[in-house]
Structure formats: structure tokens, C-alpha cells
């Protein structure tokens, strides 16, 4: 009877139209009003097709600061030292040559002004190079070069020779900029602003120690010797190279992205550091290394003002030096009374030279080395105001204060008050110097830095091949004259420093420029 039931009511169930039916679960009903459409289950993420990548600049930052650097501060920093001594060579030299060959005050300046014409024409060069074969190939080139001909400098039989042998040493001396690109590309951003500043401890360190070894070597084996063992430093230090790579910078932007990896692989376990995850990948640049470039509408600006700080601050820098040993070996300043020995020159015949020799006293070389210090003393404040006011408002005030300092040098004062003088002037130039390295370093990308920075060089050159003729020639003859020439100078550069118009502080390096 029930099965019939059954049966009945599966026919009538059968019989009636089938209508749609909707099923709902009691956790739905639970809601209250209307409720969305049922959620599909999401398939399983493919694989991306877009793996992670980084950049260099990813790297370095992510690296930070550690062992590495410390390793490239000091080797790199090293550089400093024997261009330091280079340059300095021809101040403590000049008055021993002056006297052996019998020489007059436009045949003084005129070695300066050669060795700086020999920097000036291979820094571009040099920069051109770099940007295209690499940093650490052109230092090391630059410093084989400078050895060698600062060794060949120390048995020139004449005034012909020591000029043409120490212009090829100012060739040399000229890429020795790179070391502080390669420095600059390592660091981190928030480093730069302090460790380059820093850098100048090693300039101030190759001058102090030229100065030191002229006043103990000059008086008892002469000129000859201390360009010998002024050439060692320079020599040691070509054997430390080895221990820093090529920039990576250099190496992505052309390709070589094995290399850099390798190169930010190495640093980071130096570090105890990890690289960012992914693949490194930078585009490489075609076209590097073109002069037209710095002088592109991005650039031309930036470009120009540069290359007349970088000729003003050379000007000014060279003359301090210069001018301090001119105002010792000739009492220009009215109360600075030296002790330089005032010898006549006496040629082979016994016949005495119109010429004089004024060989330093050792109160002159202490005046130097006083002097020199004050490269330091402005360091700290130099650092605060890089990384604070900024590249650009920092040099606009040393390079105002510089033309403030040049006209107090007219003051006729003591011994003591000169050697103040020249000590506050030595500190306003370095740390103009100071700047305008880190700015130019920074302001431009990777594809054209070196060139950038060997272009500036050039310019800076000819401040420093004028520097001599004012300091030398102009000065004995006009020395009121000479100390507005220097301080008009500066006021141009201070200006023109505080009207450029990109601020690098806080900024990234550049790897590449659009140029349209």
C-alpha cells in the first residue's frame, strides 16, 4: 500500500512542469538582505612573467656603507696624496731651480703654467677614455705615466728638459680624478656628502709630507732626491689598485652585467651584506662618453657655470699656494720680514747672474706647513654646509669669503697676522675645492660623468696655468693689483655657483640621459 503511494506520487511529481529551484545553504539564510552572487574559486597565480629585478643604484643602497668602503676611502683617497705632491713639487723646487739655472720670474711661472697645460690637455682626454675603456684602466694608466716621468724629471740635464719632463708628469696627474669617480659610483647617497669631504685629509697629508721632505732632503742632497723618493708613494700605491674593482656603473652601462654583478656580489660579502632580490638589469647605453651631450639644452647651463667655478676656484687655489711662497721668498707684505737666504747667482765664469736665489729658511717651511693645515680646518663646517644648506648655497659663501680674504691680505700686519691670513684662505680654497668635486661628480650621469669631470679639469688648468704669471710676475710688480684680480674672481664664482640651477644633496646618481 505504501509502495502504491509512492509510486503515486512520483507520477504526479512527473506529470507537472519543471520550474527552476533555488537552494540555499543555512549559513546564507543566516544573512540578512540581499546577498552576492556565489564567489568562483580563484585558479592558482601562474608564474610571473616579470621576475624581479634591481639596478645598481638598488644595490649600492641596499649594500649601505660597511668594510669595502673604508678599503676605497683609503686606497682611492691615496690618490690624493701623491697629485698632492706632484703639484706642491714645484713650489718647494722652484727657488733651488731658480738659482741653478739662473733663471727669471716669467721662467719660474712658466714651468707651472707647462705642467698644468699637460693636465689641462689629458683631462679631457683621459675623461673621453674612461667613459668609453673604464675607470680603474685610465688610473691605473694615468699613474704608470706620472711615475715614470716624475722619476725621469730628477736627472733632466736642463731647464729645457725638467719643463717638457714635468709637463708630461702634469698629463699624468690628470687622471688621477678617476679615483674619485670611482669613489663617488661605490658610495651610498647619504655617504657622499661626508666622505669626499674627507678626502682632502690626503691632499693636505701628500702637501704636508712634500713640504716636510723638501726641508730635510733640499739643504743636504738637493732638488734631484726629492723628486726620487716623491715618486715612491705613487709607485706603492699602483700595487694597492688590485684590490678595487671597476666601477659597476661602468660595467652595466656597457653590457658587462656579469662583471658588475660579480663586482656588487663581492662588496656585499665584504660588507656581511645581502644584494636585492632578482636579476640585475640596467639598459645599455650606445652612446657614451659624448662631448655634445654636456652641452645639450638639459646641460648647457649646469656645464657652463661649472666650467667657470671649476676655472675661478683652480685660479684662486693655485695662486694662495703660490702667492705664500712668493710673499716668503720676497717680503712683499710690509712687516713679514723672512729669513731666506738672499744669494746672488754665480755662473760658471765666477761672473755674477742679475738672477737671485731665495732659498727657503726653515721658518719659511714652517710658515708652509702652518699654512697647509688650514686645508683641514674648514672640514667640518664644509661637511655640515655640503649636507645641509646644500652643494650650491655652501661654495656661494666659502667662494665669497675667499674674495674677502684675498683683499685682507693687503693689510699690512705681522708675521703672525700673515700666516693667519694664509691659513683661512687656505681653508676657504680647499673647501671651495671640496664642493665643486662633489657637485660635478654628481650632477651628471653615469655615460657622461668622466667626461664631465676630465672636461672641468681642463678648464680648471687654465686658472691654474694663469695663477703663476699673477702670483709671480704681477704680484712683485702690482701687489694691490693682483689681490683684487684674485678676489673679483672669486666674487664671480660665488655667484655663479649660487645661481645653478640643480641642487645634487639627497639626489641619486644618474645612470643615463635621454638627450632628445
Not at 132 to 149: C, D, E, P, T
Not at 156 to 173: D, E, H, I, K, N
Not at 237 to 263: D, M, W
Request: glycine share 8%; proline share 5%; with cysteine.
Amino acid at each position: 500500500m505504501a509502495a502504491d503511494q509512492c509510486e503515486g506520487h512520483r507520477g504526479r511529481m512527473a506529470s507537472r512542469p519543471t520550474e527552476p529551484v533555488t537552494i540555499l545553504s543555512l549559513r546564507m539564510l543566516s544573512h540578512s538582505g540581499p546577498e552576492p552572487p556565489p564567489q568562483k574559486a580563484a585558479p592558482p597565480c601562474p608564474p610571473s612573467s616579470e621576475p624581479k629585478t634591481f639596478t645598481v643604484e638598488d644595490a649600492v643602497e641596499t649594500i649601505g656603507f660597511g668594510r669595502f668602503h673604508i678599503a676605497l676611502f683609503l686606497i682611492m683617497g691615496s690618490t690624493g696624496v701623491v697629485e698632492a705632491m706632484e703639484i706642491m713639487l714645484i713650489a718647494v723646487v722652484s727657488p733651488v731651480i731658480r738659482c741653478e739655472w739662473h733663471l727669471e720670474n716669467w721662467q719660474v711661472a712658466f714651468v707651472t703654467t707647462m705642467v698644468f697645460f699637460g693636465y689641462m690637455v689629458s683631462s679631457i682626454l683621459f675623461g673621453l677614455l674612461a667613459d668609453r675603456y673604464g675607470r680603474w684602466k685610465i688610473l691605473l694608466l694615468s699613474f704608470l705615466w706620472g711615475a715614470y716621468f716624475s722619476l725621469l724629471t730628477s736627472f733632466a740635464p736642463s731647464y729645457v728638459w725638467f719643463v717638457f719632463l714635468r709637463t708630461m708628469v702634469g698629463c699624468g696627474v690628470s687622471g688621477h680624478a678617476q679615483g674619485l669617480i670611482i669613489k663617488t659610483e661605490f658610495l651610498p647617497t647619504k655617504y657622499r656628502g661626508y666622505m669626499l669631504p674627507l678626502s682632502q685629509v690626503f691632499w693636505l697629508a701628500g702637501s704636508l709630507l712634500i713640504i716636510g721632505l723638501a726641508s730635510v732632503v733640499i739643504p743636504t742632497t738637493g732638488w734631484r732626491w726629492l723628486i726620487r723618493i716623491a715618486s715612491i708613494p705613487g709607485i706603492i700605491l699602483i700595487l694597492a689598485f688590485k684590490f678595487i674593482p671597476e666601477s659597476a656603473r661602468f660595467n652595466v652601462s656597457t653590457g658587462n652585467t656579469q662583471a658588475a654583478l660579480r663586482t656588487l656580489q663581492r662588496i656585499a660579502s665584504m660588507n656581511r651584506a645581502v644584494l636585492p632580490e632578482g636579476q640585475l638589469l640596467e639598459p645599455v647605453l650606445e652612446k657614451r662618453g659624448r662631448f655634445a651631450d654636456l652641452l645639450d639644452a638639459k646641460y648647457l647651463r649646469t656645464t657652463l657655470q661649472i666650467w667657470v667655478i671649476w676655472l675661478g676656484i683652480s685660479f684662486a687655489y693655485y695662486g694662495v699656494i703660490l702667492a705664500s711662497a712668493e710673499l716668503l721668498e720676497r717680503d712683499l707684505v710690509c712687516g713679514a720680514k723672512s729669513e731666506s737666504q738672499d744669494v746672488h747667482s754665480v755662473d760658471s765664469e765666477g761672473i755674477q747672474s742679475p738672477c737671485y736665489c731665495h732659498l727657503f729658511a726653515p721658518s719659511d717651511y714652517r710658515t708652509m706647513i702652518i699654512s697647509t693645515l688650514g686645508e683641514i680646518a674648514l672640514n667640518p663646517l664644509n661637511i655640515l654646509g655640503i649636507n645641509f644648506l646644500g652643494r650650491r648655497l655652501s661654495l656661494s659663501i666659502t667662494m665669497g669669503c675667499t674674495a674677502l680674504f684675498f683683499l685682507l691680505l693687503n693689510i699690512c700686519t705681522s708675521s703672525a697676522g700673515l700666516i693667519g691670513f694664509l691659513f683661512m684662505l687656505r681653508a676657504l680654497v680647499a673647501a671651495n675645492f671640496n664642493t665643486i668635486y662633489i657637485y660635478t661628480a654628481e650632477v651628471y650621469p653615469t655615460t657622461m660623468r668622466a667626461l664631465g669631470m676630465g672636461t672641468s679639469g681642463s678648464l680648471c688648468r687654465i686658472g691654474a696655468m694663469v695663477a703663476p704669471f699673477i702670483s709671480q710676475v704681477l704680484m712683485s710688480a702690482s701687489f694691490l693689483g693682483a689681490l683684487c684680480l684674485f678676489s673679483s674672481v672669486c666674487v664671480v664664482c660665488a655667484v655663479s655657483a649660487f645661481t645653478l640651477p640643480i641642487e645634487t644633496k639627497g639626489r641619486a646618481l644618474q645612470q643615463n640621459v635621454k638627450i632628445q
